[in-house]
């Protein structure tokens, strides 16, 4: 396929190719087996209406119990609506943790890893779905999830009133170049990166060749946002990734300008670790190096549900 062919194609022929590279798994989840755990987000901030607040997890089943008839026409307005897996801090909390999934899983595949995360770190977890994932109708492309990732943050950060240094932004493979981007835009608390990469084209190059990788058109510059990000970093990646190599994740460490932690499991890979060894020790490491700061009570606003 000549390069101009691609180009002209744009975001479609890079996830053709991620899909390659990443596979999409089969939905793994419904709006009725996923109900009063998903939040939908509208894309017009005119619709961002606040009620009042949804602060513990008895609160928010309460208010989800409400809203349980519109789900019906949540279904009649599907591409209005950015579905967001919302697991609540029982006590309310003024911390949240963002996590971008990669792009063999969608948001119900890290529900257990979530919740720990919830528990561990008193914070509200989000997970926001990529088009084309899950119950969100439409097509994955670069260029939409970058969208929805800047509709969230104003949600979070205008609607909820989330402030950005209480915010971890936490992405895993794929979800690296959301996340990325979210933390070179906002002085957030800390970025996550898992499995990272480069950028698109180094993975191209990698298995497919020098070549083609000239005739895919970049849309996750993480090499030129990392030096943007303000922000602590921690880098966790397996060395026997076969998938992205280590190689991505330190050539990032090394480009950017901020304090980090670097983590290499040794029997780590792309898809399967060890979540206490590998995870949530060197995030509890980090953390106790860059803590939160004192939490507070956090809120939800009904129009999200």
């Not at 330190?250 to 983590?263: G, M, N, Y």
Request: charged share 20%.
């Amino acid at each position: 396929v000549h390069g101009d062919k691609l180009k002209r194609k744009g975001i479609f022929a890079i996830m053709e190719l991620n899909k390659l590279i990443f596979p999409a798994p089969t939905p793994g989840y419904t709006s009725s087996s996923m109900f009063g755990k998903v939040i939908y987000i509208p894309l017009a901030p005119s619709e961002w209406k606040y009620d009042g607040p949804l602060v513990s997890g008895a609160m928010v089943a309460k208010g989800l119990s409400e809203f349980g008839e519109k789900i019906g026409e949540l279904k009649s307005k599907k591409g209005k609506f950015i579905p967001c897996l919302y697991i609540p801090s029982p006590s309310g909390s003024k911390r949240a943790i963002v996590y971008f999934h990669g792009n063999a899983e969608d948001i119900s595949a890290k529900m257990p890893i979530m919740e720990k995360l919830k528990n561990k770190f008193k914070a509200h977890v989000f997970v926001l779905e990529y088009p084309g994932y899950g119950i969100y109708e439409g097509s994955p492309s670069a260029e939409g999830i970058l969208s929805d990732a800047d509709i969230f943050m104003k949600f979070m950060t205008k609607c909820l009133g989330f402030k950005p240094g209480n915010m971890i932004i936490f992405g895993r493979s794929i979800g690296c170049g959301p996340a990325t981007y979210i933390a070179s835009r906002y002085r957030v608390h800390s970025l996550l990166l898992i499995s990272a990469f480069t950028s698109i084209r180094d993975i191209v190059k990698y298995h497919f060749g020098e070549l083609l990788q000239y005739l895919v058109a970049e849309r996750f510059p993480i090499k030129e946002w990392i030096t943007k990000v303000s922000s602590p970093i921690l880098f966790i990646h397996g060395l026997q990734d076969k998938l992205i190599p280590c190689s991505h994740s330190k050539e990032l460490a090394i480009l950017c300008v901020v304090p980090k932690d670097f983590v290499a499991p040794p029997k780590m890979d792309h898809n399967e670790m060890d979540v206490r060894k590998d995870f949530l020790i060197p995030l509890q490491k980090f953390l106790t190096r860059f803590p939160f700061a004192p939490d507070g009570k956090g809120t939800m606003p009904s129009c999200a549900y």
